[in-house]
């Protein structure tokens, strides 16, 4: 699958992707030695990737059985995105106005979320470019990179959502405004759209998945 031996970064991006469009599914049992085949790794950059995973959250690590998928649980993904609305708020709030070519990126983005509404993994792609856009000019760094970060966690339940038929057009409709606030240079309004954008997603991502997992696995 690679043309090199991967960096520790590569492979997490490549799991993590098979975690967010369902090839890994919640609740599965890492095969270390199938994995590692089928991306023509080792086990060592392998057990590094995963690792880092286990550190942000997107994979468990069990004594002595390796790793697993965690379990979809409402709680989890209401807290999730409870927490991207609240740092990626803060890093719009200080946000410097994007250059034009920026807000022409921006506006493709947004229009090839629109057309893929029936395309799971390629619309959880979009979502997450457009926040990766809205948070992209804040000069603090580590609120720009800790909202990527648990933006990349909800993603699976964002793509799991849309095939048990989450309408996002109400998303759609909520990210169109705050990116409108922002390019009018009006950051904390923008910031107020994407609150409750999140956390209305929020609330119906919840209402699809568990209360609570605990015990399972």
């Known amino acids: ?8 970064n590569d492979v997490a991006a490549e799991i993590l992707g098979r975690i967010i469009d369902g090839r890994l599914p919640a609740g599965s049992r890492i095969n270390e030695s199938t994995l590692a085949t089928e ?3 080792s086990r060592t950059p392998l057990r590094e990737a995963m690792l880092c995973l286990t550190s942000d959250g997107a994979l468990a690590a069990d004594m002595g059985r390796g790793f697993r998928v965690p379990h979809l649980s409402g709680r989890e993904v209401s807290e999730l995105l409870e927490a991207v609305a609240v740092t990626a708020g803060a890093a719009m709030r200080g946000s410097a106005e994007p250059d034009l ?11 090839r979320a629109r057309i893929q ?10 979502f997450y470019l457009l926040i990766r856009y809205l948070t992209g000019t804040s000069p603090n760094r580590i609120l720009r990179q800790e909202s990527l970060r648990l933006c990349r966690l909800t ?3 964002l ?9 996002a057009r109400s998303l759609l409709e909520g990210l169109d405004t705050a990116l409108g606030q922002f ?8 910031a107020d759209a994407m609150d409750r954008t999140l956390r209305d997603l929020a609330r119906e991502l919840a209402a699809r998945f568990p209360a609570e997992v605990a015990g399972r696995g």
Request: aromatic fraction near 8%; glycine fraction near 10%; charged fraction near 30%.
């Open 1 to 8: 699958m690679f043309e090199r031996k991967p960096l520790r």
């Open 155 to 157: 993603l699976r339940y």
């Open 39 to 41: 991306l023509g790794i």
């Open 101 to 111: 070519k920026s807000r022409l990126e921006a506006g493709n983005i947004l229009s």
């Open 159 to 167: 793509f799991e959502g849309l095939t048990r038929g989450l309408d």
């Open 117 to 126: 509404l029936d395309a799971p993994a390629s619309f959880c792609e979009q």
């Open 183 to 190: 390019e009018q240079g009006r950051p904390d309004a923008a």
